[in-house]
Every structure is written in C-alpha cells, then in structure tokens.
C-alpha cells in the first residue's frame, strides 16, 4: 500500500490552468475508475472536489475536472482563483475493500 | 445538518490503548460505509481502515500499517462508529477523521488528535 505520487507543489496566477497529477499502478489508479480528489484548507477537513475519476459533487466548480489515462489520474483547475490555494489530495481504490491516497500537492496561487 | 463528530483522542503512552468514536447526524448513517483517516502534523492523508453496512455483513479492512492493532466497529442504533486502537506506537500521533463512503468520501468530520508519546 504505497501512497500514490503526486508532485510537491504546482503553482499558477489567477485565471490560468493548473494541472496536478496522481501516478500509482495497475493494482490502484489503473486497475478502477475510482479515484477522488480532495482540497484541504490550513486547518480545515478534507472536501470532495471529484470522485469516480471524473464527476463533481452537486456545489462544486466547474472549474476542477479529472481525468485518468493509465496507471496516472490528473485533477485539472481551471481559471485559477485565490480561493484554490490549498493542498490537494487523490484517492484511490487499492483492492480488497482498501485505499490509498496521494502524497499532497500544495497548489500556490501566484 | 449532515456532519460527524469525532471524539475520544488524547495523550497515550506507547504501548497503549484508546477508542475514538464518530456520531453521525443528518443522514441515514446505517446504509453508510465508514473510513478513518489520519494525518500527523504537517504530513499528508493516511487511509486507516473502515467498515461496510450490515447487509456487507460489517465488513472491516485495515491499511497494512495498523492492521492487527486498530478495530473498527459500529453501533447503528447510536449513529456511531468507533476506532478501537491498541499497541499504539509513537508513529500513531496524528489527527484522525471519520469520512462517510458515498459518492467518494463526502462527508468529513473536524478530527479528533492522538498523541502516543511517554
């Protein structure tokens, strides 16, 4: 149960596109569509962003999608708002009724 | 309002026992798997374990890291789960979250800390 491999940090300015991705292997990311995102705030629990690789929960953005080819899944921030500032999480099913999520990404709004 | 509310953390020595508990409220917490998660200071999410419904049977998993040292189990008629953790090692320390199992985790609660140390 290794954590999944997402970059240290991505940064962007206002209104440009970040992209932050999530590599594991074919026994987790690969092997189900079911990999979620979740946005932490300094302090605060976890949110849902995405979840199933690419849906949005009702309240949510259209500016966050996901997307999966392989053994990678990728959460996509579009127009990049101040707000979005946070770290970022991926999940993934692993198996036998386990998890495993991501190492982090802190998203840094430029 | 939909939420959860996690208690029983504190201070523990290595080697000992504690058992947080999750109150669900707002939703129909029987048709709902339960995980918790944990996460030391200044680190990243750790998946912990969690628990199917009744008509899985109750069904438990746990991450390699703790399996055999934590047991998760629930009480519908309270609306709670619980974290049953013992032979807790200094490595535990974290804050640790219930999530309920929906559409992904979509339900968290503000997290309850443990801290193993002598």
């Known amino acids: 149960q290794s954590a999944l491999t997402q970059p240290r940090s991505v940064s962007g300015s206002p209104g440009q596109s970040v992209t932050i991705s999530c590599t594991g292997t074919s026994s987790d990311v690969g092997g189900y569509n079911y990999v979620s995102w979740y946005q932490q705030h300094p302090g605060k629990a976890p949110k849902l962003m995405i979840y199933d690789v690419t849906k949005r929960p009702s309240g949510v953005p259209d500016r966050f999608s996901g997307s999966k080819s392989g053994n990678t899944a990728s959460l996509i921030i579009s127009g990049l708002q101040a707000d979005d500032e946070a770290d970022y999480y991926c999940c993934s099913y692993a198996g036998s009724y386990t998890s495993v999520f991501g190492t982090g990404t802190k998203v840094t709004v430029l | 309002e939909v939420q959860l509310v996690e208690s029983g953390g504190g201070l523990v020595q290595p080697g000992g026992s504690l058992k947080l508990s999750c109150a669900a409220s707002?939703?129909?917490?029987?048709?709902?798997?339960m995980h918790w998660v944990r996460q030391a200071s200044g680190k990243g999410l750790e998946w912990v374990g969690r628990?199917?419904?009744?008509?899985?049977?109750?069904?438990?998993a746990y991450a390699a890291s703790v399996k055999g040292r934590f047991t998760i189990s629930r009480d519908d008629s309270k609306n709670t789960a619980y974290l049953q953790m013992n032979s807790l090692k200094t490595e535990d320390t974290a804050l640790y979250y219930c999530?309920?199992?929906?559409?992904?985790?979509?339900?968290w609660g503000q997290g309850t800390m443990v801290t193993v140390s002598s």
């Open positions: 707002g939703f129909t917490f029987s048709d709902s798997a």
């Open positions: 999530t309920k199992a929906g559409d992904g985790f979509d339900i």
């Open positions: 628990i199917r419904t009744n008509t899985k049977n109750y069904a438990t």
